[in-house]
């Protein structure tokens, strides 16, 4: 990130306004993907970013979310954020699987949140609301 967009003057910025663009705190999915774009970009990497590796990352780091969960009972799992370290790590894992997904959806040309968006609205056809099955 260059001294432009840490002072919310770069691409990340609201046109005109120097302001972030609106979103949790001022990020949009667009802006996260052309941040790791030029990243990757800067280091060369691109070479290596085919949509293979970064299902593949993608793969390795939602296993090491998972990892942080192996062998804990529910109740450990639900308290995970309570503890610094434990939080820390799952925070740090999410974002590796969240940045090699929008990664993987820059290469492709997907829109990550329009794909989210669609599969969320074919699961609500798929699985109406109603009565859960095991209560009938």
């Given at each position: 990130m260059d001294a432009a967009e840490r002072a919310g003057q770069g691409p990340g910025a609201a046109p005109g306004t120097g302001a972030p663009e609106a979103g949790a705190g001022g990020l949009?999915?667009?802006?996260?993907?052309?941040?790791?774009?030029?990243?990757?970009?800067?280091?060369?990497?691109?070479?290596?970013?085919?949509?293979?590796?970064?299902?593949?990352?993608?793969?390795?780091?939602?296993?090491?979310?998972?990892?942080?969960?192996?062998w804990l009972t529910p109740e450990q799992a639900a308290a995970v954020m309570d503890d610094p370290g434990s939080a820390f790590r799952v925070r740090d894992e999410v974002a590796d699987v969240l940045a090699y997904t929008l990664q993987l959806c820059e290469v492709l040309g997907i829109d990550a949140l329009e794909a989210l968006a669609a599969k969320i609205e074919r699961n609500e056809h798929r699985f109406p609301a109603g009565p859960h099955p095991l209560d009938r």
């Open positions: 949009t999915a667009e802006v996260l993907q052309k941040r790791l774009a030029r990243f990757a970009a800067a280091r060369e990497w691109g070479q290596y970013h085919t949509p293979k590796n970064l299902a593949a990352a993608l793969s390795v780091e939602a296993s090491e979310l998972l990892e942080v969960f192996q």
